[in-house]
């Protein structure tokens, strides 16, 4: 089972460095992720969601290869390669894996302009090597909702929200 988390910031630099920091950390077999998004609030007050992995993009890539081989045996492979370039990006857009895009909107909504959250779905982690490592971004964000244990986000939040010792 996975945990969500979601961290708050008040500005999108320091989203998209957590998100790189938790990347690094996973490449080196400390946290497993499922799913890993930041959520901005521009000026106007647009949300938008940044994914990990850009479904769209992979299922357009995917469904060109095979519909390229399909086309082949009809003997025309770019036609094959046309269609199934769209029906994987359809197919990839309407893919919601991972945390709910409508949910983190709801986030996105609830931020200041300027504003921008992390939200984390975390399979499996090293706790105690893991808040070493986030020492960083000590006292930079907020805790916007967990569904840890409350000794495992108390441990978070004070490391997230606490001042530096």
């Not at 988390?5 to 008040?10: A, K, P, T």
């Not at 983190?104 to 090597?129: C, F, I, M, W, Y």
């Amino acid at each position: 089972m996975a945990d969500l988390i979601l961290v708050g910031f008040d500005d999108e630099a320091t989203a998209f460095e957590l998100r790189a920091a938790l990347v690094k950390l996973q490449k080196e077999y400390l946290l497993e992720m499922e799913d890993a998004v930041v959520v901005t609030k521009s000026a106007d007050g647009k949300v938008v969601l940044h994914q990990a992995v850009n479904l769209t993009a992979a299922g357009a890539a995917g469904g060109g290869m095979w519909g390229a081989l399909i086309g082949l045996l009809f003997l025309n492979p770019l036609l094959g390669a046309a269609v199934g370039a769209g029906a994987g990006a359809l197919s990839g857009k309407l893919t919601d894996i991972g945390i709910n895009d409508g949910f983190l909107k709801e986030v996105g909504s609830a931020l200041t302009p300027g504003g921008a959250a992390v939200g984390v779905l975390v399979r499996k982690v090293t706790g105690d090597k893991v808040l070493d490592r986030l020492g960083e971004f000590r006292a930079k964000g907020r805790i916007i909702q967990t569904s840890l244990s409350k000794e495992q986000e108390e441990k978070l939040r004070s490391v997230v929200e606490a001042p530096p010792a």
